[in-house]
């Protein structure tokens, strides 16, 4: 039980159980329309904690126990291929995101989140499960855009054009 109380990841936890409930009591002083969204999520993010804090608790064990029958390891050094294809992936994923802010600057919200969403499945999916990862990117858009926009009322990005 002593170990639990010394971890990094206990303290953190405690640290964000505060955190949210300093932002949870800060949005009562906000309007009704302007309070319930950040309310909304302090309260799914103290309950999330709290959850996270009593499985510490409730799992016997602890970290040493998960890894306690690894092998130790050795570094080994990264190929010049391995590089490469890490710094094209680093690259790829700037190019998505900044495409996809610039569509939401011409065309708006649902231009911006699209391009994200399906730039980073294109680029980064498997090739045989492209057609399903465009689907996937489509439902994410179209339910951000009904959370946010349609059901909390939040005012979308609109483009230039």
């Known amino acids: 039980m002593k170990e639990k109380f010394a971890s990094t990841d206990f303290w953190c936890k405690l640290a964000l159980l505060f955190v949210f409930g300093a932002f949870y ?3 009562r002083s906000f309007p ?7 309310q909304l999520l302090a309260a799914i ?17 602890g970290t040493r126990g998960e890894i306690g029958d690894v092998d130790d390891t050795e570094l080994k050094p990264v190929d010049a291929e391995t590089k490469s294809a890490r710094s094209r992936r680093f690259w790829q994923a700037w190019a998505i995101l900044l495409a996809s802010a610039g569509a939401g600057l011409a065309g708006g919200f649902l231009y911006s989140v699209i391009g994200l969403f399906a730039g980073f499945a294109l680029a980064f999916g498997s090739g045989e499960k492209r057609a399903g990862n465009l689907l996937i990117a489509a439902a994410l858009t179209a339910a951000v855009w009904f959370v946010f926009g349609k059901l909390m009322g939040v005012p979308l990005m609109e483009g230039m054009l």
């Open 25 to 27: 009591l800060l949005a």
């Open 32 to 38: 009704q329309e302007s309070r319930q969204f950040p």
């Open 45 to 61: 993010s103290l309950l999330l904690t709290v959850v996270a804090l009593a499985a510490d608790f409730v799992r016997q064990g």
